[in-house]
T-cell receptor
Framework: EADIYQTPRYLVIGTGKKITLECSQT?????MYWYQQDPGMELHLIHY???????EKGDLSSESTVSRIRTEHFPLTLESARPSHTSQYLC?????????????FGEGSRLTVL | AQSVTQLGSHVSVSEGALVLLRCNYS??????LFWYVQYPNQGLQLLLK??????LVKGINGFEAEFKKSETSFHLTKPSAHMSDAAEYFC??????????????FGTGTRLLVSP
């Protein structure tokens, strides 16, 4: 059973507000990811990290930023939320050894920007 | 680059009927293939995966998939659908990048509807 947690699960916020989506995992995984998911669309990788102090942008351009100060923690921040940021954000991690690409997902954070 | 095509955004079956969700992939190297399931308002959960070895892979909840290299397919099946199988199903292929980094490329998903 994967132990990866996201908060908040649901967030409704006004335009211009700063938000941080939290993601924590207790498995000691080095590699962590943020995916953006819109209805009827494939999941798009927006950020990933190889480990502490490592962050990279994914395939889909995003105005969000991430940080990785601790192995277990990979928060995503939007400095000024806009309605176009309304989406579901999924955090995931992968094993350090024997990595075939299998992802362990959190339950997601659904963001609505009014 | 790898890619995944899932035929049919929605599939409807009756309870007890066969479930067949189609997935075709493109890959220039032997692929790792995955099926994930997503229940409403939840994250994705791994159903099954193919890495090497036996081409018929069994997963959780009675699902299985067969890797067919000649057809570049990895279709998901279940002999008898249950109401609890209603969910979104995603096929994915693993793409190897530098320094051993594996990235999953997902299909657009298929919503399975099960009627009584």
């Amino acid at each position: 059973e994967a132990d990866i947690y996201q908060t908040p699960r649901y967030l409704v916020i006004g335009t211009g507000k700063k938000i941080t989506l939290e993601c924590s995992q207790t498995m000691g995984h080095d590699k962590m990811y943020w995916y953006q998911q819109d209805p009827g669309m494939e999941l798009h990788l927006i950020h990933y990290s190889y480990g502490v102090n490592s962050t990279e942008k994914g395939d889909l351009s995003s105005e969000s930023t991430v940080s990785r100060i601790r192995t277990e923690h990979f928060p995503l921040t939007l400095e000024s939320a806009r309605p176009s940021h309304t989406s579901q954000y999924l955090c995931a991690s992968t094993r350090n050894r024997g990595n075939t690409g299998e992802l362990f997902f959190g339950e997601g954070s659904r963001l609505t920007v009014l | 680059a790898q890619s995944v095509t899932q035929l049919g955004s929605h599939v409807s079956v009756s309870e007890g009927a066969l479930v067949l969700l189609r997935c075709n992939y493109s890959s220039s190297v032997p692929p790792y293939l995955f099926w994930y399931v997503q229940y409403p308002n939840q994250g994705l959960q791994l159903l099954l995966k193919y890495t090497t070895g036996a081409t018929l892979v069994k997963g959780i909840n009675g699902f299985e998939a067969e890797f067919k290299k000649s057809e570049t397919s990895f279709h998901l099946t279940k002999p008898s659908a249950h109401m609890s199988d209603a969910a979104e199903y995603f096929c994915a292929v693993s793409e190897r990048r530098g320094t051993g980094f594996q990235k999953l490329v997902f299909g657009t998903g298929t919503r399975l509807l099960v009627s009584p």
